[in-house]
């Protein structure tokens, strides 16, 4: 597996690749699939355009130039990383590439002086919860609410919010 740096030419392919994982029939063939809290898509070009333009990276998976992961990467404070949007293709799913990218985040964050990393999981995931815990991240009791009134993240089902875990090295 190859794990590199994802350019503007990967937004169409990456935009693709989230929502087939997290939305719709075809997200259901994972076990990380949204579809049953949320509707609409899980994200679209345009955002992920300018997530990339605002100091935020995306890497990727790729094992015989197929995509097959990707995760959203950035620094949100001196020495403290975030990581969002881990996604892996959801007929992959359970085949380690999930615990691949995370390994290689980690490793990225601590390269460049992290102490400590993040992410947000929305708070009705348990089994994705349960899947962090044992990655050695733990809860910070701090909540966001979901950005429900807008489209670009998809539309709830039911009421939800946003719980942040950390790592520190």
Not at 41 to 65: A, C, G, H, I, W
Not at 97 to 122: C, D, M, P, S
Request: proline letters at 4%; glycine letters at 8%.
């Amino acid at each position: 597996m190859q794990f590199l740096k994802a350019t503007e030419d990967d937004i169409l392919r990456i935009s693709k690749l989230v929502n087939s994982a997290y939305r719709g029939e075809y997200s259901k063939k994972g076990w990380t699939t949204e579809a049953d809290l949320l509707g609409g898509q899980r994200t679209d070009p345009e955002t992920l355009l300018s997530m990339m333009n605002e100091k935020s990276s995306f890497y990727l998976v790729l094992e015989s130039e197929k995509l097959l992961g990707c995760v959203n990467f950035k620094e949100i404070e001196p020495n403290v990383f975030y990581f969002g949007m881990l996604t892996v293709e959801p007929t992959a799913q359970n085949s380690g590439i999930g615990k691949f990218l995370i390994q290689e985040i980690e490793k990225l964050a601590k390269n460049l002086g992290g102490k400590e990393i993040r992410l947000t999981v929305i708070d009705l995931r348990s089994e994705l919860i349960a899947y962090y815990l044992r990655r050695g991240y733990e809860s910070t009791g701090n909540f966001e609410p979901f950005p429900e009134n807008d489209p670009k993240f998809g539309i709830p089902k039911t009421k939800m919010k946003l719980l942040e875990f950390k790592k520190q090295f």
